[in-house]
């Protein structure tokens, strides 16, 4: 390994929220005398947590130190995120979510896997670096606990109509194609005074001003943005123009490449937006396969061996004695969606079934039958029948309309629900050189 197990990390296989952050390391066991740097509610933040934390973050940028804050403004960013996060976990601990070692042991394998090792070779990685594997499990499983809060969340709350879709097809924002955007963001509290709001606008003006006098965007966002995904730049990576919100889309609409807007007021806060790159949706065309599977799935009477042999079998029938596919599929496929069907299983995108069956429809030629091969469902017989090449523009164009109205909405709620929740709670920094005048982590709040 050449990254820094901090890096790991960031290979996460689950897709979390961007508001759950900061899944750092475990360092070595505490000093004798560990001080508390906040309190959140009934709980504590340890100054050895937030030294955790903070060294993630110069591991991650190890090779880019210039690109970080100072480090007084760097603690007290992190802090925020260490805070954010105890207040989501004890939400879901208050709405009875919880993670099973199962769980966890899904996360470890999925970022192992993200990162070319096994499970054992990650913990002996993990442990190398002189940090304590249990400690990065239960970080984990902190991390997956805030995912199904923000899921619980926006479940009931949000909904997708073909209407909508429909609205968002035929609009010219939708037609604009797509855009890279980096951004900052400086939040205003909930319920927020004039006072408050006048200085949030102060710092904006602050971040838009080192920026054209020559600060990097993404060190700027490091330093002066308060969003999630600030640790990062501020990269919001490509989104169509319909994804943007309308207070900022004639904003974008009418930037240049490299341009930077100026400090645009929004619900939450004030923005600062920089257009990276655009470009013009394409016509979607992918290879489409059919094909038609025999499955054998072990149980508790039948061994994986016996799976394996009972596979070979069919295999020899159908290849050398020439049985018809369709009649053993139907008689031994063990396959509830395609057994009655001969082991059709349609047109499909090459993924529609899992990577090892595609794995094996690429190393086949139309009408060829694939040797027994293993996936985690069973034991499998392909025959690759044809491709074909399909548009799925209009298909492709609704899926991901439906989906970027759903993220839209979902992350509009999301953010409510958070912002309430940090406005009700009890949040007390201890150290005075962490507080943040500007924010509202630094004086203690109650119900």
Known sequence: MKQPIALLLLALAIILPAHAQ?????????????????????????????????????????????????????????LDRLVLMKLQVQRAQDQGIHISDADVDQAVAGVAQ????????????????????????????EQ????????????????????????????????????????IQISTPSGADAAAIQASQA???????????GMDFNAAAIRYSDASDALDGGDLGWRRMDEIPPAFADTVGSMKPGDVSAALRGPTGFHIIKLIGQRQPSQQMVTEF????????????????????????????????????ATVAKEDSKDDTTANAGGDMGWFQQQAWGT???QQLDQLKDGEVSKPFQSEAGWHIV?????????????????????????????QAYDDYLREMRSNAYINILVPELRDTDSQADVATSP
């Not at 090779?63 to 760097?74: E, H, S, T, Y």
């Not at 805030?146 to 949000?158: A, E, G, N, P, T």
């Not at 025959?383 to 992350?411: E, H, P, V």
């Open 383 to 411: 025959q690759r029948l044809g491709t074909r090449q399909s548009d799925l523009t209009n298909q492709i164009a609704r899926d991901q309309a439906r989906q970027a109205i759903g993220n839209r909405k979902s992350d």
């Open 290 to 325: 059919h094909a038609r599977q025999i499955m054998i799935k072990p149980s508790d009477l039948v061994s994986q061996a016996q799976a394996e042999q009972k596979a070979q079998e069919l295999y020899n029938r159908i290849v050398n004695k020439h049985v018809d596919f």
């Open 356 to 358: 090892t069956i595609a």
């Open 203 to 213: 710092k904006a003006e602050q971040a838009l001003a080192a920026i054209k006098g």
């Open 144 to 183: 997956i606990t805030v995912q199904r809060l923000h899921q619980s969340v926006v479940r009931d709350s949000v909904s997708v109509t073909d209407g909508e879709i429909d609205n968002l097809l035929s609009s010219a924002a939708y037609k604009g194609g797509e855009v890279h955007l980096s951004h």
């Open 22 to 78: 900061l899944l750092t390391p475990a360092a070595p066991a505490s000093p004798p005398l560990d001080r508390i740097d906040a309190v959140v509610n009934d709980d504590v933040i340890l100054q050895s947590e937030l030294d955790d934390a903070v060294h993630s973050v110069q591991q991650q940028y190890a090779n880019q130190p210039g690109q970080l804050p100072p480090m007084d403004v760097l603690r007290k960013q992190v």
């Open 114 to 141: 993200q990162n070319k090792l096994t499970p054992e070779q990650l913990r002996t990685e993990v442990e190398r670096n002189g940090n304590s594997f249990a400690a990065f499990r239960e970080q984990l499983a």
